[in-house]
């Protein structure tokens, strides 16, 4: 949680059939065996987009065209 990495899944094109078979695979970790799946981590996110998107931050619907997402290590202290 505090690597300074975030986790991403990147979904390529998929009919629904292929969608509603692998949905319910991301509860145990197996959806990243379709090949159409890949998962990683990063430090940093570089967007390459067309148009703006709907994001929802902290529960509002901000429309935004996002360039970069940076990870800042240990920027959140988080306590259980």
């Known amino acids: ?5 975030v ?3 990147e979904v390529g094109r998929m ?6 078979r692998t ?3 991301i509860f145990d970790g197996k959806h ?5 799946v890949k998962a990683y981590d990063a ?4 967007f390459h987009l ?5 994001l929802m931050v902290d529960g509002e619907v901000i429309t935004m065209t996002p360039v970069r997402l940076d ?7 988080v306590r259980v």
Not at 32 to 36: A, D, G, I, L, Q
Not at 50 to 54: G, I, M, Q
Not at 71 to 77: D, G, I, P, Y
């Open 50 to 54: 067309d148009a703006p998107l709907d």
């Open 7 to 9: 986790a991403v899944v």
């Open 43 to 46: 430090e940093r996110i570089d």
């Open 15 to 20: 009919g629904r059939i292929g969608l509603l």
């Open 1 to 5: 949680m505090n690597d300074g990495k």
């Open 23 to 25: 949905f319910p695979k």
């Open 32 to 36: 990243v065996e379709n090949p159409k």
């Open 71 to 77: 990870v800042l290590r240990h920027a959140v202290e």
